[in-house]
Every structure is written in C-alpha cells, then in structure tokens.
C-alpha cells in the first residue's frame, strides 16, 4: 500500500527534523508521497527528489499578536494541503506544538467528511523537558492520548513518557535508523589533513550545542588527551553554547587544536574523517549522533543515559561513562587512540551494529506497516 502521509517536524538542526526528513526520502524512494509542512525546508532535504514536495507555513505577524500562533497557521495548512493533495494521514514529530495542530487538523478535515489520522513520533525533549514543564504537561498529555498512533524512538523514552503520564495508551517502539549506504567507513580518512595536518587524530562532536550535551566537557576531554595523544577536534553545529565553549576553549589553551565548524548539511562527508566521536551529553533518548559515527566504523566515547545503551555496547562498539566524568572519558579517548587493534576491532562492531540493527532497510518497513495498521484501524472505525 502507497500512502500520501504529510510529515511535520523542527525543520532545522534537531535529531528529531534529521529523523523526520530522512524518514520522508526514504519513504519517497519506497514509492510513497510525501508531503512536508512546516516553517521552512528541512535541512538535509536534498531538492530534486520525486514524489516529496515542501508546503510552507506562514506566519502573519500582527501587531496585536505578542506571540505569534505558529501552531494555528501550521493546523490550518495541514487541513489546506491534507484536502488538496488527499493526504492519508499526518506524521508530527516531537509532540508539541505539532501533536495539536495535527489534531485540530484533523477536527478540520471532519468537517468535510474526510479523515485524517495522524501518528506522533516522541524524541525526547518533548516528554523530558517540554512535557514535564508545569505549563505544557496537560496539553503534552492530552496530545499523546488524542494521537491515532504513537512512536517513541527508544524503550527509555517510551518507560519514561508511561512513568512521567501515566497510562497514554499504547506507545510502539521504533528506533532511529541511519541510511548505511550513505553513511560509510573511510579508512584512509582523505579528507582529514585538512584539518589535522600533522596527521593529529581526529576528535568529533555533533550536536545543537545545548546545555544537555554537555559541550565544554569535549573541550576538557581534547585537553586530557592532548597531554598524551597529539589531536584536533572538530565541533560541528551550533547553539547557545557555541560562544561560550569558544572562549572556554582559549581559557584552557586549547583553541589551535579545536575547530567550530558550524552547521553542516553533509555530516556523512566529515563524521569518516573522525577517529573517535565524543558524545558527552547529560541524557539522549536515543544519541543519534553517535549512530551516524557508528555506520561510519567511527566508535563514539558516549555517557551511559537514556536510551544510549540500547545502541552502544560498552567495550564492544564504542565506551559508555558517566556524564561529567571527563577524566575516564579522556582515558577511553586515549586507549582508542593508542591502541590501532582495539580501535580497528570497535571501528568494525560498530558498523556491524548500525548495520544489522539500525539500517534503513530495517527501520523503514516498521514505520510502513504502522502507517498501514492506523490507517486501517481509521477504515475499520469509520
Ligand atoms: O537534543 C537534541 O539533539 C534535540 C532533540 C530533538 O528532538 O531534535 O533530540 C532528541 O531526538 C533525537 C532524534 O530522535 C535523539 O537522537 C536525541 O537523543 C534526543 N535528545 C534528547 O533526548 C536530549
């Protein structure tokens, strides 16, 4: 069965807009239609792909409106284009606001005698920090229980979303995924002299930059290991702590040896150049960053949290310590460094993992068969 799903996510630089955009071009290229909505194009959407089109929201800022209300725009281009282009259903990922704009959608569509379920995809910020804030718990609630069907990217975030909420119903667990042919080992690591060269190993950081991934801990990891290892550390996107960590990385004398590359479209292309990913962040529901590495053979050094060690085996793909710990963080840097067997040994069980448990090949027909059960369960109830 071919769906015409409408996917809405953060467009930007979060793990949840990678997931949902890659989910839309792989299901693009499965022979689905997908439709995203949302403020602005998302990132890694590579233009030219068949069957994906971009409807953008906008928002009309009066000046009346102290806040403008981006939820009611998006809801009324949901119903705009589920109409128009007979969309089956919507697929909202992170659940505020998305989870009710779908919702109202839907409310919209009814009116026209029409259906239109839709699914909520869960990541982690939007039960742990958004969902339990005082003013978003009610309507963070409500939204998971009034969604036709709810995912959640890792056993922890579904525990925990139960734990926080209580009986919401049925949450199925269907983890990320990483495109394996897109995302590959490169050994010789060509492109890395640009960056190291004085053949430095390579470090690597990936994230939005915010307090919970614990930043400045790469930069006191890079000087630990540059007492034993000579080494260069590449700091890809950007956040609210991108500033600081750059002063913070002058006044521990270590800012030759680090590089803040900014946002990047193409992380497939630089995560090969790296020997080890750091991955220093005070909780993950899943660490997408550290799977990406993963399929490309590179081990990440992770905090043992959340969802992290439903992908990463400690002392088998990569090492799991605790978060803030930077002197045992610095020690499994140092031992992957020094030791070419041990890290040639982690660098292969790492892609195996990513290979045989998170491929998209896997991944994607779990997201198709439960699209096809909440449709067919819409169809049923009708
Ligand atoms: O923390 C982030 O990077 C942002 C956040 C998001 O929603 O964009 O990430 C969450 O979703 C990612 C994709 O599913 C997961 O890989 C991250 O672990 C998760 N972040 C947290 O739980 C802190």
């Not at 259906?115 to 339990?132: A, E, K, S, W, Y």
């Not at 290892?229 to 702590?241: F, N, S, Y």
């Not at 070419?340 to 069980?349: C, H, N, T, V």
Request: net charge negative; aromatic share 8%.
């Amino acid at each position: 069965m071919y769906v015409r799903v409408g996917i809405t996510c953060y467009p930007t630089y979060g793990g949840s807009g990678i997931v949902a955009t890659e989910l839309g071009l792989e299901l693009a290229n499965r022979g689905h239609e997908v439709h995203f909505i949302s403020y602005a194009n998302p990132i890694r959407l590579d233009p030219g792909i068949p069957r994906i089109r971009y409807h953008e929201v906008e928002v009309s800022n009066y000046p009346l409106f102290q806040y403008p209300p981006y939820s009611l725009a998006l809801a009324s281009r949901m119903a705009e284009v589920a109409l128009q282009y007979s969309l089956d259903l919507l697929h909202v990922h992170y659940a505020i606001p998305h989870s009710i704009s779908a919702l109202l959608a839907r409310q919209m569509l009814a009116r026209h005698h029409r259906r239109l379920p839709f699914i909520t995809t869960l990541h982690g910020t939007d039960i742990t920090l958004v969902g339990n804030d005082r003013s978003y718990f009610p309507i963070t609630k409500f939204s998971i229980e009034e969604s036709d069907g709810v995912t959640a990217i890792s056993d922890y975030l579904r525990t925990t979303t139960l734990d926080v909420f209580g009986a919401v119903g049925e949450i199925r667990v269907i983890k990320n995924f990483v495109n394996c042919e897109m995302y590959q080992p490169d050994p010789e690591r060509r492109r890395a002299s640009g960056y190291a060269p004085k053949g430095e190993k390579v470090l690597m950081h990936l994230s939005n930059f915010r307090p919970v991934k614990r930043i400045f801990d790469c930069l006191r990891i890079l000087k630990e290991v540059r007492l034993v290892v000579p080494a260069h550390l590449l700091m890809i996107g950007d956040g609210p702590d991108r500033a600081p960590a750059e002063n913070f990385a002058r006044e521990l004398g270590v800012e030759e040896h680090v590089t803040f590359l900014g946002k990047q479209g193409h992380v497939e292309r630089l995560i090969p150049l790296a020997h080890v990913l750091l991955q220093p962040s005070e909780l993950e529901s899943f660490g997408l960053a550290a799977l990406e590495a993963m399929a490309c053979g590179v081990p990440p050094v992770a905090t043992r949290v959340g969802g992290v060690p439903e992908l990463v085996t400690d002392g088998v793909d990569g090492f799991l310590e605790a978060p803030g710990d930077v002197p045992a963080h610095a020690a499994r840097v140092i031992s992957l460094l020094t030791d070419d067997a041990l890290r040639a040994r982690m660098s292969g069980a790492a892609r195996h993992t990513a290979e045989t448990r998170f491929c998209t090949s896997l991944v994607i027909p779990e997201y198709e068969r439960y699209y096809e059960e909440v449709c067919g369960r819409w169809t049923a109830s009708a």
